[in-house]
């Protein structure tokens, strides 16, 4: 397994224009979710999957932002109409109940570069 | 909510010098505490951990104790490496059941040669 994997790692877009990004999760692991990080700040929570289902939004997830985890395995973020303040790190996690519960010890992707000009 | 403050960086050393990384917490009970690190291009990956008070992790000659009286998960490290610059990320439970990690602002440390 090669951890989690994110695609792309950097994208430049054009304000307005949507975009969508790619996590493949460790594969036995149920839980997936998706942080964006901005300069200088810390990874901030934007939703979470188990399995198929999303759980929990934060609200800074706004109306132009939708997540999916189709089957329950890799999931996709899209932003539609995209606006400058997207530019940031978008990052995905993934874990096991059991570290989950036990040890919180996410497996973070790399991450996604947005850029939006 | 729960929120975790860190000392704001960069922090420049040299090497082999003696590390410390601040950090304060908000919580209501005694939540675990956690200390990630992001080294440049990579994700986030998780270095240290303390689940009660009194607890100290440690990881990679890195350690951090778990003081419930100062409300603190200070980092620390006697003699840093060149490969050890990186940010480092105090989290702690978002306050949910389900794994949700509220992160620090993140401190960035350089060490030269």
């Known amino acids: 397994d090669t951890g989690v994997s994110q695609d792309p790692r950097h994208k430049i877009t054009k304000r307005g224009q949507n975009v969508t990004f790619r996590c493949d999760p460790i594969?036995?692991?149920?839980?997936l979710y998706w942080y964006r990080q901005t300069l200088g700040q810390g990874p901030e929570f934007l939703t979470y999957f188990q399995n198929e289902a999303q759980l929990e939004k934060s609200r800074l997830l706004s109306d132009r932002f939708s997540a999916e985890r189709p089957k329950g395995s890799f999931s996709t973020l899209e932003i539609q109409r995209t606006e400058q303040g997207d530019s940031a790190m978008y990052l995905c996690?993934?874990?096991?109940?059991?570290?989950?519960?036990?040890?919180?010890?996410?497996?973070f992707g790399s991450g996604t570069r947005l850029t939006v000009v | 909510g729960d929120s975790v403050t860190q000392m704001e960086g960069p922090v420049t050393l040299s090497e082999e010098a003696f590390l410390t990384i601040n950090c304060t917490y908000t919580?209501?009970?005694?939540?675990?505490l956690f200390w990630y690190v992001q080294y440049p291009g990579e994700g986030l990956q998780l270095l240290l951990k303390?689940?009660?008070?009194?607890d100290k992790g440690s990881n990679k000659g890195f350690e951090a104790t778990y003081r419930k009286e100062t409300t603190s998960f200070h980092l620390e490290k006697g003699s840093v490496q060149v490969s050890d610059s990186a940010v480092y990320f105090c989290a702690l439970p978002g306050g949910d059941s389900w794994g949700k990690l509220q992160f620090g602002a993140g401190t960035q440390v350089v060490v030269t040669p």
């Open positions: 303390a689940t009660k008070a009194d």
């Open positions: 919580a209501t009970g005694y939540p675990s």
């Open positions: 594969s036995e692991h149920n839980r």
């Open positions: 996690a993934s874990s096991s109940p059991v570290a989950d519960l036990l040890n919180y010890g996410y497996t």
